[in-house]
């Protein structure tokens, strides 16, 4: 009897353990598959993320590509704009400086003022017109400045232009239609040094004027300002 019971006993703690290891076997398979089902899903769901980045890098560098060539546009157009530009710069300073060398603008600059008076002393059986200033002593000053690389020129405040005319009427001179009297004060805008050099050089106009016994003081002059002709021209 006792023996029979031993045998149901352990019969049924092997049937017990048989049946617990069925059911670790069971459940162990349902979890694995599951596992399997939730990675596969999981992998779709990367492999479409990475595809969509994929998508997105490509658009990226298509859109860079094309940022760079309208980058180089822009860099073209700018450099045609700033050629433009410099360009008319270059004529619009151009224009500036003919229409002052022509007396059409008004300047203002560094430059000599060049005074000619009639001779303070004449001889008494001496002509009183050998003594005194004439239209060609006032147009070789007019001229030296000129080619000296004065800029704008004037004959007491009166601009000059390239057409001006001086001659002289009786004891004055008329500039442009415009009389004047002694003295006479040549201002020229330009480089004080070199027109007061070319001035006075040895043999050159201030010692013919002085022959010609006319009164040549030359002085630099730190503002000069000069209004354009606003005299009809002939």
């Not at 045998?7 to 459940?27: H, K, V």
């Not at 229409?99 to 059986?125: C, F, N, Q, W």
Request: aromatic share 6%; net charge negative.
């Amino acid at each position: 009897m006792k023996r029979q019971a031993r045998s149901r006993l352990l019969l049924t703690l092997i049937c017990l353990i048989f049946g617990a290891m069925l059911g670790f076997s069971y459940q162990h398979a349902k979890n694995e598959a599951s596992r399997r089902e939730w990675g596969d899903s999981e992998w779709k769901k990367e492999y479409e993320y990475r595809s969509a980045l994929l998508a997105l890098q490509k658009e990226n560098r298509s859109l860079k590509q094309q940022l760079v060539k309208k980058q180089e546009e822009l860099a073209a157009w700018e450099k045609k704009l700033a050629e433009e530009r410099e360009n008319e710069a270059g004529l619009a300073k151009e224009a500036e400086q003919l229409r002052m060398h022509v007396g059409k603008a008004r300047v203002k600059g560094k430059g000599v003022a060049v005074t000619l008076s009639d001779s303070s002393y004449i001889p008494s059986e001496a002509s009183a017109t050998n003594y005194i200033v004439h239209e060609q002593h006032v147009w070789k000053v007019v001229h030296e400045l000129l080619i000296s690389g004065a800029e704008a020129v004037a004959i007491n405040g009166q601009r000059i232009s390239h057409r001006s005319y001086i001659v002289c009427n009786g004891p004055v001179i008329e500039v442009d239609g415009t009389q004047h009297a002694a003295p006479f004060v040549i201002s020229a805008i330009g480089n004080p040094d070199v027109l007061m050099s070319a001035l006075e050089l040895p043999g050159g106009i201030v010692d013919e004027l002085v022959e010609d016994h006319i009164d040549v003081k030359v002085e630099k002059q730190e503002a000069i300002v000069l209004d354009p002709v606003f005299a009809p021209e002939p």
